[in-house]
């Protein structure tokens, strides 16, 4: 029985990581306790039948790259027993790591991880075996990856898991932005501000990026600059009070400033009908390319990171900071009206090293609107190859 950790019913002081999901096929629960251990992460399984079980848990032991030793180990409690080992102390890859055996009856059984030591240990999902059945060994890193999406524990135990199925979101949009950083905040909402009917969707439970209560990094730049003083009313309109410079408590970012934009739809009244769409804990896992015109992306594959449910959504544009498919990396483009903006043929256009200066001076053309988005037209591609 292979059960995801993002599926557990209560995270306790645990937190559940999405960064690796296009790796993993799931997320993964990590306890981030700056050294102090974390509450326990709780939830339910169905035993199909008594007997003795072995219990693994698929982890890695993250410093093992840089030093000897484990900072985040963790143990794996059954029905309030702990199992034998130690857990989060073994090879810096992701793998499956023996917890022990317990015997237990039939029917629900109470399932926990209890972190150690409060450094990053990590668990992405634990697999139930009978003790004697050797032919149940856990799924290879492969499989279990393709099996990603299987359901909550209380629809998936005694079946295993499945891959899922996907299902098309019935609207099609004219814009999808995957990822809620600052920047994805800005551009979904510009775009429903100027008439589209944009969907924003972010693999965390919260909204602002690194500029966000979980990483906690200041923002930087400036807005109202010439020669388009009106591009920065957005970031005016979400940034926190105090969420610059070096790292605060987690209240100083203000996640909620910024879900609140979202909502507050007389924003909207100048254009009917038309509202930003705000989906929290969807990440963008794969694209479907138009088969009559293979280089546009037709569609997007959102997954759930609590659940595994895939959701296939369709639109007319795009827009991501870098995507990868086939093991090449695409930026995901939609036109802002400026037409000295780089499109670099590497990946310096994600923002991993400094852009070089331009040049040559170049004239940029007015933006007639408040806000950075003036049209949503491409004329060619809907995608750009940069690596």
């Given amino acids: 029985m292979l059960i995801n950790c993002e599926s557990f019913r209560e995270f306790g002081g645990w937190i559940l990581e999405t960064q690796s999901t296009r790796q993993l096929?799931?997320?993964?629960?990590?306890?981030?306790?700056?050294?102090?251990?974390?509450?326990?992460?709780?939830?339910?399984?169905?035993?199909?039948?008594?007997?003795?079980?072995?219990?693994?848990?698929?982890?890695?032991?993250?410093?093992?790259?840089?030093?000897?030793g484990a900072a985040g180990r963790f143990r794996i409690l059954v029905n309030d027993t702990p199992l034998a080992a130690e857990l989060g102390a073994g090879s810096a890859d992701w793998h499956w790591a023996k917890a022990g055996e317990i015997d237990l009856p039939a029917g629900v059984a109470r399932v926990a991880l209890r972190d150690l030591t409060g450094f990053e240990g990590r668990c992405a999902a634990l697999?139930?075996?009978?003790?004697?059945?050797?032919?149940?060994?856990?799924?290879?890193?492969?499989?279990?990856?393709?099996?990603?999406?299987?359901?909550s524990p209380a629809t998936a135990m005694g079946s295993g898991a499945q891959p899922p199925q996907v299902v098309d979101d019935p609207e099609t949009y004219d814009l999808v932005v995957a990822g809620g950083g600052?920047?994805?905040?800005?551009?979904?909402?510009?775009?429903?501000?100027?008439?589209?009917?944009?969907?924003?969707?972010?693999?965390?439970?919260?909204?602002?990026?690194?500029?966000?209560?979980?990483?906690?990094?200041?923002?930087g730049g400036h807005i109202h600059v010439p020669p388009y003083p009106a591009l920065g009313r957005i970031v005016e309109e979400i940034q926190p009070l105090f969420g610059f410079g070096?790292?605060?408590?987690?209240?100083?970012?203000?996640?909620?400033?910024?879900?609140?934009?979202?909502?507050?739809?007389e924003r909207y009244g100048s254009v009917p009908g038309v509202a930003p769409i705000l989906r929290l804990g969807?990440?963008?896992?794969?694209?479907?390319?138009?088969?009559?015109?293979?280089?546009?992306?037709?569609?997007?594959?959102?997954?759930?990171t609590r659940t595994g449910a895939v959701t296939r959504i369709r639109a007319r544009n795009f827009c991501d900071y870098a995507f990868q498919r086939d093991g090449k990396h695409y930026f995901l483009k939609v036109p802002l009206g400026e037409d000295a903006a780089p499109f670099m043929d590497d990946i310096r256009a994600s923002g991993y090293l400094p852009l070089p200066p331009p040049l040559t001076t170049r004239h940029y053309p007015p933006i007639t609107n408040n806000y950075a988005l003036t049209t949503m037209n491409l004329s060619d591609s809907n995608i750009l190859e940069i690596c």
């Avoid at 293979?294 to 997954?303: C, D, E, G, V, W």
Wanted: a neutral charge; aromatic letters at 6%.
């Fill in 282 to 304: 969807q990440c963008a896992i794969g694209v479907e390319m138009d088969p009559s015109r293979p280089n546009r992306i037709a569609a997007l594959l959102s997954r759930d």
């Fill in 246 to 265: 070096d790292p605060l408590p987690g209240r100083c970012y203000e996640d909620a400033r910024k879900e609140t934009a979202f909502h507050l739809r």
């Fill in 127 to 151: 697999w139930f075996a009978p003790a004697n059945d050797e032919g149940r060994c856990p799924p290879p890193n492969q499989e279990a990856t393709a099996m990603g999406g299987s359901p």
């Fill in 25 to 68: 096929g799931t997320g993964y629960l990590m306890a981030h306790g700056i050294g102090r251990p974390v509450a326990d992460a709780v939830t339910e399984v169905v035993i199909p039948e008594a007997g003795r079980w072995t219990v693994w848990a698929r982890t890695r032991n993250w410093n093992a790259v840089w030093t000897p």
């Fill in 182 to 219: 600052i920047a994805g905040c800005c551009a979904a909402l510009a775009a429903s501000r100027s008439g589209a009917k944009a969907l924003l969707l972010q693999d965390r439970d919260v909204l602002g990026g690194c500029n966000s209560s979980e990483v906690r990094v200041g923002l």
